[in-house]
């Protein structure tokens, strides 16, 4: 039976929450440490910086450029990724913009900087420059209270749903466990339906005391500070962003993306395999992962930040606002590929590196996107990278490569193998471990009837769950409507496994019932959906 995606997402640099693989942060256990251990480190990391981060010249960056042409074109004739798309802004000049490879593998169609590809992650900055020009309007506040904006939204405990902020939510404090809500996403729920639930959803930290990557929790806080307008996120982001920085092409709804011919398809498949497979529609979290946009409107958003606020003259955000999205608040330990000391802001990762402060922010899809932001604010230089395919660490290793040349004149190493490694390493353990749990058994207890695991079941979290006897056995449905249809195996004797991840259809999951003193099912737990115990489901 065929299944509705369930697409998994992973994080190296920040660029989704990742159940595999996380990047280590730096917990404390009151409400003022996290604020004075990010100061204390960034203290630290400044006394680290070289000299020589304080600048760039053009000359350096004009011999850099051919290099990382050739580095560009061959990661795509190699098969490294089916498509690239790069912008390079220095100074407020874009300095190179240009495409490679094609939209998808095996059919015609070049990637130029026209090329729209969904950001994933990626988006996070950008609707942190979106919430920055509310804030400059006086719209919004950083401080103001997700209640006061949007008093519907609760979080599971009620001190925390009073008092977090819209900078408590975008920079990944309120305590709320990273994958809450994704897994619904994944099942077919709308953006309300999901944020509403995240109130049953158990804290993974005190209030402001720990860092947990939230989707949802981002896109709370961003929806928080466009509620006075009383117009859609989608709406707002082309007011305040889109429209006045001429960025013609980007969008925060799917349906736009969808629309354009000239789009990069998701690719997944490992070198020299890529196929595209799978799509994505990302609205349930436009403000976290949902913008779609080209080399082209980027380099112009680019600018922007640069530049403080300002573009081709005019002042479109407030430069103390704008400010507070580049601003640490939260220690995440460090880069787990370049070592360098990492924070996390309103939206962006701030790092304290080789080539001294940068923001950056990664993001992957992992049914088949992966995209990349870098700037230097202090050598006036920034860079993105766009492309179409996962699990691939190319987008960091072209900027890491082109960056060491800009600022040194020579490759440290080259950064690719690296990164292409940190990726592709990301699910091999969690799909290594349940291959292990669930291979198949030589001597297996029998199910019970079909009949006796057959019903609907509920929580309030989850929602409804029915299992049916199907032609094949039994089929487990989720989601709205039943809509995401998958079929179940036996394992032994109440234990099922399916696999609700089509990037990753061999790793089984397990889906265990509970028989009461009747021989039917009184309940059923799906393995995951059970990350923060909200997975067991009773017969209805």
């Given amino acids: 039976m065929p299944s509705q995606p369930r697409p998994t997402s992973a994080r190296l640099r920040s660029g989704g929450p990742a159940r595999v693989l996380r990047a280590p942060a730096l917990l404390a256990s009151t409400l003022l440490a996290p604020a004075l251990l990010a100061s204390t480190l960034?203290?630290?990391?400044?006394?680290?910086?070289?000299?020589?981060?304080q600048?760039?010249?053009?000359?350096?960056?004009?011999?850099?450029?051919?290099?990382?042409?050739?580095?560009?074109?061959?990661?795509?004739?190699?098969?490294?990724?089916?498509?690239?798309s790069i912008a390079i802004v220095h100074e407020d000049e874009v300095v190179f913009l240009k495409g490679y490879g094609l939209r998808e593998a095996g059919r015609p169609g070049a990637v130029d900087a026209d090329t729209v590809f969904q950001l994933a992650?990626?988006?996070?900055?950008?609707?942190a420059t979106i919430v920055a020009a509310l804030v400059s309007e006086g719209v919004a506040d950083w401080d103001d209270t997700v209640a006061a904006l949007d008093p519907a939204f609760q979080l599971h405990d009620a001190y925390p749903s009073q008092q977090v902020t819209v900078r408590d939510l975008l920079a990944h404090r309120s305590g709320l466990p990273g994958d809450a809500g994704n897994e619904l996403e994944a099942l077919g729920y709308d953006r309300a339906t999901i944020?509403?639930?995240?109130?049953?959803?158990?804290?993974?930290?005190?209030?402001?005391?720990?860092?947990?990557?939230s989707n949802f929790g981002y896109t709370a806080g961003a929806l928080a500070a466009a509620a006075p307008t009383?117009?859609?996120?989608?709406?707002?982001?082309?007011?305040?962003?889109?429209?006045?920085?001429?960025?013609?092409?980007?969008?925060?709804?799917?349906?736009?993306?969808?629309?354009?011919?000239?789009?990069?398809?998701?690719?997944i498949g490992g070198i020299g395999r890529w196929a595209a497979k799978l799509k994505r529609e990302p609205d349930a979290q436009a403000p976290a992962g949902g913008v779609s946009s080209n080399a082209r409107d980027l380099a112009r958003w680019l600018r922007l930040e640069l530049a403080g606020g300002?573009?081709?003259?005019?002042?479109?955000?407030?430069?103390?606002?704008?400010?507070?999205?580049?601003?640490?608040?939260?220690?995440?330990?460090?880069?787990?590929?370049?070592?360098?000391?990492?924070f996390y802001a309103l939206g962006w990762n701030v790092e304290f590196g080789r080539h001294g402060?940068?923001?950056?922010?990664?993001?992957?899809?992992?049914v088949g996107a992966r995209t990349l932001v870098t700037i230097y604010?202090?050598?006036?230089?920034?860079?993105?990278?766009?492309?179409?395919?996962?699990?691939?660490?190319v987008p960091e290793g072209l900027a890491d490569n082109f960056l060491d040349l800009a600022f040194d004149g020579r490759l440290e190493k080259d950064w690719i193998g690296p990164w292409n490694a940190g990726y592709e390493g990301l699910f091999g353990p969690a799909v290594a471990a349940a291959q292990k749990r669930y291979a198949p058994r030589p001597d297996p207890l029998p199910a019970a009837p079909p009949a006796a695991y057959a019903g609907r079941y509920a929580n309030a979290y989850v929602g409804a769950a029915e299992v049916a006897v199907a032609d094949d056995g039994l089929e487990l449905r989720l989601g709205p409507e039943g809509k995401a249809r998958f079929t179940l195996t036996h394992f032994n004797r109440d234990v099922f496994t399916y696999t609700p991840t089509p990037e990753l259809p061999n790793m089984p999951v397990g889906v265990s019932f509970a028989l009461g003193p009747d021989g039917r099912a009184e309940a059923v737990t799906i393995e995951d959906l059970n990350g923060f115990g909200m997975g067991t489901l009773e017969r209805q």
């Fill in 42 to 53: 960034i203290s630290l990391a400044l006394l680290a910086v070289p000299a020589a981060a």
């Fill in 55 to 84: 600048g760039v010249s053009r000359e350096r960056i004009q011999a850099a450029l051919p290099q990382l042409d050739v580095m560009a074109a061959r990661a795509v004739a190699d098969g490294q990724v089916p498509g690239l």
């Fill in 377 to 393: 604010p202090e050598a006036k230089i920034g860079i993105v990278v766009l492309a179409n395919a996962f699990p691939t660490g």
């Fill in 195 to 213: 944020l509403e639930r995240l109130r049953l959803v158990p804290p993974s930290s005190s209030f402001r005391a720990g860092y947990s990557y």
């Fill in 357 to 366: 402060l940068s923001w950056g922010h990664a993001g992957a899809f992992s």
């Fill in 310 to 342: 300002t573009f081709d003259g005019r002042r479109l955000i407030a430069p103390e606002a704008l400010a507070a999205t580049h601003q640490p608040v939260m220690a995440r330990g460090n880069n787990p590929v370049t070592g360098a000391a990492s």
């Fill in 230 to 267: 009383g117009k859609p996120w989608e709406e707002v982001a082309r007011e305040k962003l889109f429209g006045p920085l001429g960025m013609g092409s980007t969008s925060a709804r799917y349906a736009d993306f969808i629309a354009r011919d000239n789009r990069a398809a998701l690719h």
């Fill in 121 to 127: 992650s990626f988006s996070k900055p950008i609707s």
